[in-house]
């Protein structure tokens, strides 16, 4: 399993966008699966978004409309644009890959990769 590499993350004013990149040091050609998670300060890491094999997105409610997951077409980043932002958005942001099961369940019920070190994402009012 190789660790992720996340850029992107900064300090925005409440109602900016950021736009998050994550790469995998042994590079991406080969993977299918891969969501963005977050930790909020004094809370419990969470699933943000899913890109599944098949070009199926999912998102956790509070971000649905806002925040878009893709990755490019070389298969070399999987991005996350994150737009009206708002300060319950504030944490640390991690990518992940794995099976789709995995990334659901965050390892308990498949592969799911390493954590990498994320990126903060700071919003202010």
């Known amino acids: 399993q190789v660790q992720p590499v996340e850029s992107g993350g900064g300090a925005v004013q409440a109602g900016g966008s950021l736009r998050l990149s994550c790469t995998f040091r042994s590079g991406m050609l080969d993977r299918d699966n891969f969501a963005w998670y977050r930790q909020a300060p004094g809370k419990h890491r969470e699933m943000v978004a899913v890109?599944?094999?098949?070009?199926?997105?999912n998102y956790t409610d509070s971000v649905k409309g806002r925040f878009t997951i893709s990755r490019d077409s070389a298969k070399t980043s999987v991005h996350l644009q994150m737009d009206r932002l708002n300060a319950e958005d504030t944490g640390v942001y991690y990518c992940n890959e794995g099976s789709y099961l995995g990334l659901l369940s965050m390892g308990a019920f498949g592969d799911f990769g390493d954590w990498g070190q994320g990126t903060q994402v700071t919003v202010s009012l």
């Open positions: 890109l599944r094999y098949d070009g199926f997105t």
